[in-house]
């Protein structure tokens, strides 16, 4: 039975932000990986916690002005059934089903999925491969910080510790595709070995441009794959680009070892994977 | 008599055990017994041992060493703790043997102080308190002085032999002087966890006679029993032990539940007052056994024509820091390592030893799984070197009545092997398919399997195989074990007119609960519902031996028939000319109870020298065919079982619906083992030690699984069955490893078959040359 | 500790404990509810999925701050009606009959989320019903007589 610290459960934003301000306090949303951390066995016990359930601010799927706009306790389940998702964000539908099961996807938040960084969290690669911006808020104020800058280091974020993550923001570029496939460890209930997404713009005889290769699992946080972006950057998904851009990328990664697979297999399938993508991208 | 083979869903199904055909059985069930307790365990209803209540029960955990060997100098409890208001026990307190009883006295109940600390997860104390949240804040307050040793981890590297075996017939040298060709090869399994969903869990209650009363989940209550008596000096009276539901067992609750009710029992008894002790998932995927590690050599001959003519086999095993059944579970292993081939050559030899980690133990199977994945991958190496179908080579070479065994001993019935391999090439169109798989392999470009260039893809993203294996498992204990346990079945008519069958065998899922009564009714003549089970507790239930090796309705069961029997006649004889199910109830008023203990007597004709290690290893064996279908995804390497034909020879179904369910449930562990299920290790420690982390099939990852039973009853047994529990978990893994093969063209020789093993194999310079490792023509 | 209310079962239920207690402890210690099983306590089994306002969820994830004022179904609450006449309702009946539960431990959880399939209109394929029970391990059946039992009940009568 895991520890039970003491939860604040506010009914606005603003007594949130207090809380917050006021100390070392962990926020819950879904608590899907959360609850899974008070056992004590994976770490210090939070000394306080505070609940986001009853936040309405933090909920809904909407468009705006050429964006889609998740709240921060938007769950997977709601972003796979979500109209607007499926029309204009298809891969985050499709990552958000490789996640867990139902029970997981019931609860777990794409919020959360942010906050909790994880190197093989699902829906990271396509959020950074959309040029996602995260909207955070505290009492000094509301921020906007693009998903590229937001993943620091190891589980670490550039989140400050009295700010709570609001909204993810993901601007719909005319003519924009994006791509995800994930290579778990089995069919579901699934932790990634390697999560890729990729996207751009296909500007015809000018090649592809705005390309963003992102990937998940092979680092310390969830990583954008510059080097291979500037070899498909103005160039067009040939088998010649392909070919070089895998090996662009098998090049880029300095995956590791550990106990789902190794660095040689992430190395590898991250290459296959990508160079089936432009594949597909090309009809070849 | 005849080997007939059951079509489930099919009117072919005989339903001789089935007594009222009135009764309300509808669905897939029809005419046979629903499960007894399954109300119970639908509603939640079901107590398994957590959900049992003793007001003024304490918990305890155990305090572990975190080191893979080490000597223990002190314990240490923290002077600022006040320890007066839990208990903390240690070897100090174990007022008998400091042993948990079981082959060897090796495995304290706790390290003492001065002794050696040999596994990272081993007790060393014991701490209760009131309540959880004392225990997490208390746990890290007790130091373990340790002086560390040096560890072994290699198994091969270890001078400590639990237990050795060489079983050898003709001259293996002359053999392979006569081989066209000979191979060698080198097969390789990891630990595998039996990852029964409910946890380990016991709770240990004080009685007034100074004796202990523990309740809990386990296949066998008479090991916890005799350990109680030796560790804690208790009377058979004092002793006793009581099995609640028990939620999944796989071998992982034969022995290991014997040392946590020690523990709970020791709590106890020093705080006077229940203790319960139940594991959570991360320690006890941490502490408990697993199923053994084993490194198998081969080195076998064959003519051109695919006979084998010597077969040269060397088995390790890795028992880990104690002996637990490690003799017995190499034993096993070491018998069925030549697998179901007649060989008139075969040197078999097998040796387990101690290493740094923790213990490894029983797991359905039982040494079998490994060895026959090895015996099963190099017939099918050769069958490949040879250019022969992998069926035919099975049919050239498969046991039939009359061949003899590496032990000496003449399959004189029950023979079924080419049977159950007719039926699942028949039912999975093998040799068509096969056809398909060849001729899309050779379609593609390049090597057959990735095209072009290790980094990029080819046309086609996934390749389908398919795969054939075919097995044996010896029905019941190995060698004399039947014969040293002497098991003692009941079946009672009580005085109250009350019809009760009683043993010792646990329900844990097979069907127990439904098939003793089912079976006792039939040789009565009564309604199912009539006869009751009695409660496997050990004041109420002789010893009819453990709930393992597949010996429940085969050696238990024939006992509660021959009980049955010998009631029925007795209450017949004082009643003549009135029919049993007409008698019984005037019978007990007029008589009082009628019980008969029916102990087990040794099968007719079989023996066996435990010396020796000739004569006949097992009174019979059960036979299973796989053959799997896979689809391995070229990019990535990701393996989809998507079908499996399995075809268990069982000797008697008796239940065709719960029969079924073993297949299909050890069908799934094997797909498992052979697939995904793995632990890696780090300085003796599982670095897979929690669910998120060793991975079990999903309902997404299952294959669809064709179960067709075959009977080829077994003579010896009144009803003729033969076990159906660990059969099938002996024969997918093999089989899901040549689809494997068939569709990639790469070998995998260690499992599980991991993408990322067989993305390295694809990735070789020789595109899977893998397949060439090894061989040497003679 | 404040205390919590809400419908478990259609029965209204109040507990005073502290907010971040798991639902799963809720049910189990302070309702008596052990129907509900744990298997890992970190929603990786479904042994202790139930319906929260008819989504299943894994208990052992849920705070019990996070319920208050909602409804939540276990396995003991599935056959109510059934109950009363002295039956299973229809899944529970066809688990029993096509030998869908053997162990038992993770039958209940299986339960719930064969429920929430069917509540939201789930049919008889095997795909659909294979992804709705992938959060639910099974060690005993290799999964195909569960299948087949939802299946059975999500065939329409003929």
Not at chain 1, 166 to 177: A, D, F, K, N
Not at chain 2, 419 to 428: C, D, K, P, T
Request: charged share 25%; with cysteine; glycine share 10%.
């Amino acid at each position: 039975m895991p520890a039970e610290p003491p939860i604040d459960s506010p009914r606005r934003l603003f007594e949130a932000y207090e809380l917050l301000a006021a100390g070392s306090t962990r926020p819950i949303a879904g608590g899907t990986d959360v609850m899974v951390a008070i056992t004590g066995e994976l770490g210090p016990i939070p000394e306080r916690m505070l609940d986001l359930s009853r936040l309405e601010e933090l909920r809904g799927i909407s468009l705006e002005q050429g964006a889609l706009l998740l709240g921060a306790r938007a769950t997977y389940t709601e972003i796979r059934r979500s109209t607007v998702c499926r029309e204009h964000l298809p891969a985050l539908v499709e990552a958000a089903a490789t996640i867990g099961a139902a029970q997981i996807q019931n609860r777990g938040t794409i919020g959360g999925n942010l906050a909790n960084a994880s190197p093989a969290g699902d829906t990271l690669p396509v959020l950074l491969a959309a040029d996602a911006v995260i909207l955070v808020g505290g009492q000094r104020g509301e921020r906007e910080i693009p998903v590229a800058d937001f993943f620091l280091d190891y589980r670490k974020t550039a989140l400050a510790p009295d700010e709570l993550i609001l909204q993810v923001q993901v601007p719909l570029p005319r003519g924009r595709s994006l791509r995800f496939r994930k290579v778990g460890t089995r069919r579901a209930q699934a932790i990634s070995k390697v999560v890729m997404a990729l996207a751009w713009q296909d500007l015809g005889s000018a090649g592809w441009k705005d390309v963003r290769v992102a990937l998940g699992s092979v680092a310390a946080t969830p990583i954008r794959a510059r080097a291979t972006e500037a070899v498909l950057e103005g160039a067009g998904p040939t088998p010649e680009v392909a070919d070089r851009a895998a090996e662009t990328l098998a090049g880029e990664l300095q995956p590791i070892d550990d106990v789902r697979s190794t660095a040689e297999y992430r190395r590898a399938v991250s290459a296959r994977i990508l160079h089936r993508l432009l594949r597909d991208a090309g009809g070849w | 008599m005849p080997t007939r083979t059951l079509t489930p869903g099919t009117e072919t199904v005989e339903r001789a055990l089935v007594i009222d055909p009135g009764q309300r059985v509808p669905g897939r069930a029809s005419g046979f017994p629903l499960r007894r307790e399954g109300p119970a365990k639908l509603t939640g209803a079901a107590k398994y041992t957590d959900d049992l209540v003793f007001p003024g029960a304490w918990y305890g955990i155990t305090i572990r060493s975190t080191e893979a060997r080490a000597k223990l100098l002190a314990i240490e409890p923290d002077p600022d703790v006040d320890w007066s208001k839990v208990v903390l026990a240690t070897a100090a307190d174990i007022p008998g043997d400091n042993v948990v009883s079981l082959i060897k006295d090796d495995q304290p109940l706790l390290v003492p102080v001065g002794g050696e600390i040999r596994h990272h997860a081993e007790p060393v104390a014991l701490l209760a308190a009131p309540d959880r949240e004392t225990l997490r804040q208390l746990k890290g307050r007790i130091k373990l002085v340790t002086e560390a040793l040096p560890p072994v981890f290699d198994p091969e590297e270890s001078d400590h032999v639990f237990a050795q075996y060489e079983v050898s017939q003709g001259d293996v040298a002359a053999g392979f002087a006569a081989a066209d060709l000979v191979l060698e090869g080198e097969y390789r399994v990891g630990h595998q966890e039996q990852l029964y969903i409910e946890n380990q869990a016991m709770i240990a209650v004080p009685g007034e006679d100074g004796g202990i009363v523990i309740h809990g989940s386990m296949q066998c209550p008479y090991y916890i029993h005799k350990a109680l008596k030796r560790a804690l000096r208790l009377s058979s009276v004092q002793a006793r032990v009581i099995q609640e539901e028990t939620g999944g067992g796989f071998g992982g609750k034969e022995e290991y539940p014997s040392m946590l009710a020690l523990h709970a029992s020791l709590l106890a008894l020093k705080a006077r007052r229940p203790v319960r002790m139940i594991y959570e998932r991360h320690e006890d995927i941490a502490a408990t056994t697993k199923r053994h590690p084993a490194i198998v050599r081969h080195r076998t001959g064959v003519t051109k024509d695919g006979r084998l003519v010597a077969q040269d086999i060397e088995v390790v095993m890795d028992g880990g820091a104690y002996c637990t059944l490690t003799p017995v579970v190499l034993s096993r292993g070491v018998l069925h390592a030549g697998g179901p081939y007649r060989c008139p050559n075969v040197r078999l030899r097998g040796r387990a030893t101690r290493t740094n980690t923790p213990p490894n133990g029983a797991f359905r199977g039982f040494g079998a799984p490994q060895t026959e994945f090895a015996a099963e991958t190099q017939l099918n190496r050769i069958a490949e070197r040879l250019a022969i179908s992998p069926a035919d080579i099975r049919r050239r070479n498969v046991y039939r009545l009359n061949d003899t065994t590496p032990t000496g001993q003449v399959l004189r019935e029950s023979v079924a092997a080419e049977e159950v391999l007719e039926q699942a090439l028949g039912a999975s169109l093998y040799e068509r398919v096969r056809e398909r798989t060849a001729r899309d392999a050779a379609q593609r470009r390049g090597s057959g399997t990735i095209p072009a260039g290790t980094l990029r893809t080819g046309d086609d993203r996934t390749a389908t195989g398919i795969g054939l294996a075919l097995a044996w498992h010896g029905a019941g204990f190995t060698g004399s074990g039947e014969v040293h346990l002497a098991s003692v079945a009941s079946v009672e008519l009580t005085a109250d007119g009350r019809l009760r069958v009683l043993t010792a065998n646990t329900e844990m899922g097979q069907g127990t609960k439904t098939v003793f009564p089912q079976m006792v009714a039939a040789e009565l003549g009564v309604r199912v519902d009539l006869v009751e089970y009695a409660a496997q507790d050990t004041a109420e239930v002789l010893d009819s031996g453990p709930t393992v090796a597949s010996r429940t309705v085969m050696v238990v069961g024939g006992l509660t028939i021959l009980a049955a029997r010998k009631l029925k006649a007795e209450v017949e004889a004082r009643n003549p000319g009135v029919p049993f199910q007409e008698a019984y109830r005037d019978d007990a008023q007029a008589h009082g109870a009628t019980r008969i203990d029916q102990q087990f007597e040794p099968y007719p004709g079989v023996v066996f020298d435990d010396e020796t290690y000739l004569g006949d290893a097992y009174p019979a064996y059960g036979w299973a065919a796989a053959v799997a279908t896979v689809e391995v995804d070229l990019d990535t390497a990701e393996v989809q079982v998507r079908d499996v034909i399995a075809v268990d020879d069982v000797g008697k179904v008796i239940h065709p619906i719960l029969c079924e369910g073993q297949v299909e449930g050890g069908t799934l562990q094997a797909v498992g083992y052979a697939t995904i299920e793995e632990i890696k290790l780090q300085e003796g420690r599982y670095l897979n030690d929690r669910l998120a982390t060793y991975l079990i099939p999903t309902a997404l990852d299952a294959p669809h699984i064709r179960s067709i039973l075959v009977e080829a009853p077994y003579s010896g047994a009144p009803h003729g069955a033969k076990g159906v529990g660990e059969l099938p978990m002996d024969v997918a893994a093999p089989a899901v490893v040549a689809a494997i093969h068939d569709a990639t063209g790469v070998w995998i020789h260690e499992l599980p078959a991991t993408p990322e093993k067989i993305l390295a194999a694809l990735r070789a310079p020789d595109g899977g040359g893998a397949r060439r490792k090894g061989a040497a023509a003679a | 500790m404040s205390a919590y209310r809400f419908l478990v079962n259609g029965a209204p239920a109040e507990v005073d404990v502290p907010g971040m207690r798991r639902l799963l402890d809720v049910l189990r210690e302070d309702l008596g509810l052990t129907g509900t099983k744990e298997g890992c306590g970190e929603g990786e089994c479904g042994a202790c999925s139930v319906l929260l306002d008819g989504q299943v969820v894994d208990s052992c994830l849920v705070p019990i701050c996070q319920v208050e004022g909602r409804i939540v179904r276990t396995v003991e609450g599935l056959s109510l009606a059934a109950r009363e006449r002295g039956s299973l309702d229809t899944l529970q009946e066809a688990f029993l009959e096509h030998g869908a539960a053997q162990c038992g431990i993770c039958t209940p959880g299986m339960l719930m989320a064969a429920r929430a399939y069917l509540d939201a209109g789930g049919g008889p394929d095997e795909d659909p019903i294979r992804e709705a029970i992938a959060g639910n391990l099974c060690r005993c059946t290799g999964y195909s007589k569960i299948v087949d039992a939802i299946a059975a009940v999500a065939t329409p009568a003929d």
